[in-house]
Structures are given as C-alpha cells and as structure tokens.
C-alpha cells in the first residue's frame, strides 16, 4: 500500500514564504500532486512532478525527490485567500490518487 | 461550461436505505473517480472508471457500487446505507495521460455531495 505524511498545521504571516512537506512510502507511483481545499468546498489542482526537480507555476512551487521519498509545496508572497488546507497525492496509476491526511495553513496579517 | 457536476448535494438517509449519486461530466473525460472524505482527513477512493462501460475498485470499495453506462456519467450506489458511510461524496474526471505537461495531468473535481446516514 501506500502511505503520505504531512504536517497538520502550519502558520505563516502574509507576504512570506512557506514550504509544506510531504513524506511517502509506496511500492511505485506514478507522480506527486499537490490540490488545495478551501473548508467546504472542492479540491483544486495546483501541480504534478512526475520527474525529481521543481515544478513552478507562478507563487507556487513543488518539489519531488524519489530516492528521498520526499516532495513539498512551496508557497511564495502569501496571501490571505492562501489560508486553506494542501494535499499531497500520489499517483498510482491510471490517475488514481492517494491522498495524505492534509496541513491547514493558516496565513495571519 | 458546466464541468463536473454531482447530484444530490445533500441528502439524509436512515440506516438501510439505498440511493444513488450522480456525477456527469461535460468534458469528454475518459477518466472519472468517486471519492470520499470524512472530517479532517484526505480523500480516499472508492470506485473509479477508465471508460465507458468499465469499473475498478480503489482503496474503499466495500458497501458501494457503481456504473459507468455512458461516458460523461458515473453513478455511485449504496444498497444499504450504514452510519460508517456519512461523509462527503466527491467525484473527479481527468482526460488519460498524455505525457508530462500540466494539462494532462489536472483532474477536476466536483462540488461534492454531504451524504448523512443517521
């Protein structure tokens, strides 16, 4: 099976800059998404690496690292509306994800 | 564009009874996945679909069915509702992959659909 691990929460103040970790144990994937999720709504898309390296996609960037099972999101110039929780996911095959339990960000002014 | 859309929203159910939620999709995905997510965690998957007239079974897949009859359509059944299944409901559609860029890897989510079974 698979597994991801995440910090629960994390707390930044707006316009610095946060990196979210992600852990995982698998037997074989895919890719790293990461999808961020407003309370009560939907999860959003925000990136994918299915190689090792940076992924950058305006203020926010990811990372994947296979040989240390290891990726995060970084988040540059927060904002308020950035306060939200973030999944790590991996890709098992087919799309098909697997999801960590999430880390609430809280930005504060 | 309407993009995935699921039905009910809401909906109250005694132990015991069945229903059926409903994802359509307007995107021509060939991809379509029904997830659920309980109070402070990540979502798991239930069921999934790659095509017309096919399912899988994902991480969760026990006191569920599903049916995939028509491309832009996957329903999720509960032929017993039991207490363990309230949770949120959501559906996903992606188009398969296409290689490395970022358009073929985005999967789209619905709204979701707050299931209560009491």
């Known amino acids: 099976g698979q597994s991801l691990e995440q910090p629960s929460e994390v707390t930044a103040v707006e316009g610095a800059i946060v990196q979210i970790n992600c852990t995982y144990q698998?037997?074989?994937?895919?890719?790293l998404s990461w999808y961020q999720q407003h309370d009560g709504g939907a999860p959003t898309f925000l990136s994918y690496?299915?190689?090792?390296g940076l992924e950058e996609t305006g203020r926010f960037s990811s990372f994947l690292s296979r040989s240390d099972s290891y990726g995060y999101l970084l988040l540059q110039e927060l904002q308020m509306k950035d306060s939200a929780s973030y999944f790590c996911?991996?890709?098992?095959?087919?799309?098909?994800?697997?999801f960590g339990s999430g880390t609430r960000l809280q930005v504060q002014p | 564009n309407a993009g995935v859309t699921q039905t009910p929203k809401f909906r109250v159910l005694k132990t015991g009874q069945s229903m059926t939620l409903l994802c359509a999709q307007d995107?021509?995905?060939?991809?379509m996945y029904w997830y659920r997510q309980d109070p402070g965690m990540g979502l798991r998957l239930i069921h999934y679909?790659?095509?017309?007239?096919?399912?899988a079974k994902g991480e969760v897949p026990d006191g569920y069915n599903v049916s995939r009859l028509k491309k832009q359509n996957f329903l999720l059944g509960l032929e017993s509702a039991a207490p363990s299944q309230t949770s949120v409901y959501f559906c996903?559609?992606?188009?398969?992959?296409?290689?490395?860029?970022?358009?073929?890897?985005?999967?789209?989510f619905g709204e979701g659909s707050w299931l209560t079974v009491v």
């Open positions: 996903a559609s992606t188009p398969p992959p296409t290689g490395l860029g970022i358009s073929g890897n985005t999967i789209y």
């Open positions: 698998t037997s074989g994937f895919y890719g």
């Open positions: 690496n299915a190689l090792d």
């Open positions: 996911a991996l890709d098992t095959g087919r799309r098909a994800l697997t």
């Open positions: 995107m021509n995905h060939e991809y």
């Open positions: 679909s790659v095509g017309e007239g096919t399912t």
